[in-house]
């Protein structure tokens, strides 16, 4: 899986953290939630941290799964 970029975080004077990702809008943490993020923002890979925080730590893989062999069985759907 490639490794995740384009992430970057602004703080705001109220305490909020606003998350983008390639310069849209990803995440809005307030409160507890960004502090947490914020002490472990910085003290991990940062890029990686903010994917995982948007949800966006997934993407990329799904060409991988639906190129498995076991997902190239006849069915269609499940019925």
Do not use: C, I
């Not at 703080?11 to 849209?24: A, K, N």
């Amino acid at each position: 899986m490639p490794r995740p970029h384009g992430f970057t975080y602004e703080r705001r004077p109220d305490g909020s953290v606003v998350l983008t990702h390639q310069g849209r809008a990803a995440g809005v943490l307030r409160g507890g939630r960004a502090e947490k993020f914020l002490a472990e923002v910085e003290t991990g890979d940062a890029q990686f941290v903010m994917a995982r925080w948007t949800g966006s730590y997934r993407f990329g893989n799904e060409r991988q799964a639906r190129n498995h062999p076991r997902n190239q069985g006849g069915r269609t759907g499940r019925g």
